[in-house]
């Protein structure tokens, strides 16, 4: 294979997974760390423990949700070289990401009753939000004003209510 089409290739992987790789990786590395402190400290979440799992189920059900249709709408959309504004997109700019740092995670930590998770998902919300500003640089490059705007009007993590 000659050097430009790997070049292509590499290319094309990035634009279509984005720093989501790169973003797991180090989401996990930071889930084995507050797993093993976990183990020494069991700092238990009280309350109603049943109401608890609960709204954990429904996080990730939710998580898996968002996740599915933001799939099937970029599955639409990587053909047309456009920036994804349907859909999920609509309200969030990384609703992929959203669904498992916003939903997944806290929903997991939840039903896994653990302040210890809980505290962990707050990490992942500080680590994501310094790693897809490379993401958004790539997107203002590209699509610039168009993505500005639609920067202003949505939210990256959680949809914004108020325009």
């Known amino acids: ?4 089409l790997k070049t292509s290739i590499k290319n094309k992987l990035k634009t279509i997974f984005g720093v989501g790789p790169k973003g797991v990786i180090i989401s996990l590395l930071l889930f084995s760390l507050f797993f093993w402190i976990n183990s020494f400290i069991e700092f238990q979440i009280t309350g109603n423990m049943s109401f ?3 709204v954990g189920v429904i996080l990730i059900i939710t998580g898996l949700g968002l996740h599915i249709w933001s799939f099937f709408t970029l599955r639409n959309w ?3 070289d456009m920036l994804c504004i349907n859909g999920p997109f ?3 700019r990384h609703p992929m990401y959203a669904a498992w740092i916003s939903f ?3 929903g997991l930590a939840l039903y896994l009753n653990s302040w210890m ?3 962990w998902v707050l990490m992942l919300h500080l680590l994501w939000n310094n790693i897809v500003k490379l993401e958004e640089i790539k997107m203002t490059d590209t699509f610039g004003d ?3 705007n639609y920067a202003k009007r949505t ?3 959680f949809p914004r209510m108020l325009h």
């Open 1 to 4: 294979m000659d050097s430009n």
């Open 52 to 54: 608890i799992k609960i």
């Open 78 to 80: 990587w053909t047309d």
């Open 90 to 92: 609509k309200y969030f």
């Open 104 to 106: 997944l995670c806290p």
């Open 117 to 119: 998770y809980l505290l």
């Open 146 to 148: 168009v993505y500005k």
């Open 155 to 157: 939210g990256r993590f």
